[in-house]
């Protein structure tokens, strides 16, 4: 079955310096992967998605990156600040009718000012 | 837009009682909604996939006489948690996907806490 992990259970970064999250799966790559980020108590916010044949989406301080050969994604935030502190999910969507998003465990993310 | 809410945000209950949470999306038409768990510190798990006025696709390991899944319009599904026990107890989240959007939106989940 499929398996996704996420770097770290926690990355703590000061203010200011860029947060690069990890997300590596096995098996298959799927068609679209998304990264999500989720506060506590709350649910997920849907923040980008890269398509298989796309290397890297950009949206404002976010970037991420995918490689289908390494089976891997990177999403960094540049210019992090405290506010950025969640949760940061990355889920896989192999694209069928249904959109089953598959998610990894999460990192926490912790920004110091 | 692209508007999901959950209700009630959170609930307490008794053992053997049963509880129904609402998925609603406010401002788009779902036909597809998911229902997820999430336990602390882990990840979303789908609990089961519903399409507007079909049954629910269930997860292996999901009991669907347990958690009842209705989805009767494009706007509204609802999750009831049966007989509920202790261990029924877990953050439930609901999403929403509309036929040509990519991503689903999600509500602000519903804590369950069963007594």
């Known amino acids: 079955s499929q398996k996704i992990e996420q770097n770290s259970e926690a990355l703590n970064i000061q203010e200011g310096k860029t947060a690069t999250l990890t997300c590596n799966y096995t098996?298959?790559?799927?068609?679209?992967l998304q990264w999500y980020r989720q506060d506590p108590g709350r649910g997920p916010v849907f923040l980008l998605l890269?398509?298989?044949?796309?290397k890297e989406k950009r949206k404002e301080r976010l970037k991420v990156t995918f490689d289908t050969t390494l089976k891997q994604s990177l999403f960094h935030i540049t210019a992090s600040q405290p506010a950025d502190s969640a949760t940061y999910l990355c889920?896989?969507?192999?694209?069928?009718?249904?959109?089953?998003?598959?998610f990894g465990k999460g990192t926490k993310l912790s920004v110091k000012p | 837009g692209a508007v999901v809410s959950q209700h009630p945000s959170w609930v307490i209950c008794k053992s053997g009682t049963s509880v129904k949470i609402e998925c609603r999306s406010l401002d788009f038409q779902a036909t597809t909604m998911f229902w997820y768990r999430q336990f602390p510190k882990q990840s979303l798990m789908l609990m089961a996939t519903s399409n507007e006025g079909s049954k629910a696709t269930y997860e292996q390991g999901v009991e669907k006489d347990k958690f009842l899944i209705n989805h009767a319009s494009l706007t509204l599904s609802t999750l009831t948690v049966t007989s509920a026990h202790p261990e029924d107890s877990s953050f439930y989240i609901c999403?929403?996907?509309?036929?040509?959007?990519?991503?689903?939106?999600f509500g602000p989940g519903t804590r369950l806490t069963v007594l």
């Open positions: 098996n298959y790559s799927p068609a679209y």
């Open positions: 889920a896989l969507d192999y694209g069928g009718s249904q959109g089953n998003l598959i």
């Open positions: 890269i398509r298989e044949n796309e």
């Open positions: 999403s929403a996907r509309s036929y040509s959007a990519d991503t689903q939106y």
